[in-house]
């Protein structure tokens, strides 16, 4: 299995590891298949994301796409925010192998999560944003490539 650079720059040094005190917004999502689990935290202040950690306990390509996933979400806007999806996190990563497309799926889903779970908090409507899944295994198989 051949992992780009990128992928393994982030693998061996990711970004953003650990966790928000009081974040504005967390999200959990988990894979039962492969057993992998991610944790987003997120600082949202004036609409805006200005912090974005995680914790992810899995393989190199899950720990690689939460790391980007975070680095992609800080600065953006929420209607930015809401609108990256697993396709961004995988061509940031310069691509994964087929069988670990799954690990950027698992990021879009634990990046919305938390946004979710700031919509909640805070009483409002985000435009776009489906409630989370628990599991990610559960509902879909590999995407189609277009």
């Known amino acids: 299995m051949q992992y780009s650079e990128k992928v393994m720059d982030h693998f061996m040094n990711p970004r953003n590891v650990g966790e ?3 974040a504005s917004g967390v999200g959990t999502v988990g894979n039962a298949k492969c057993g992998d689990i991610m944790k987003v935290y997120l ?7 200005e912090d974005a950690k ?5 393989c190199g390509a899950a720990v690689a796409t ?3 996933a975070t680095e992609l979400i800080k600065g953006k806007t929420i209607e930015e925010a809401v609108k990256i999806t697993n396709k961004a996190v995988m061509e940031a990563l310069d691509g ?3 069988v670990k497309v799954h690990c950027s799926c698992l990021a879009e889903e634990a990046l919305h999560a938390a946004l979710w779970d700031y919509a909640q908090k805070n009483g ?6 489906k409630e989370p899944k ?3 295994g559960d509902h879909e198989e590999v995407p189609e490539e277009d």
């Open 20 to 22: 928000i005190k009081d």
């Open 124 to 129: 409002i409507v985000i435009e776009g944003l």
């Open 96 to 98: 994964l192998p087929p």
């Open 134 to 136: 628990e599991d990610i």
């Open 43 to 49: 600082k949202i202040e004036n609409g805006v994301v």
């Open 54 to 58: 995680f914790k992810t306990f899995g």
């Open 66 to 68: 939460s790391s980007m």
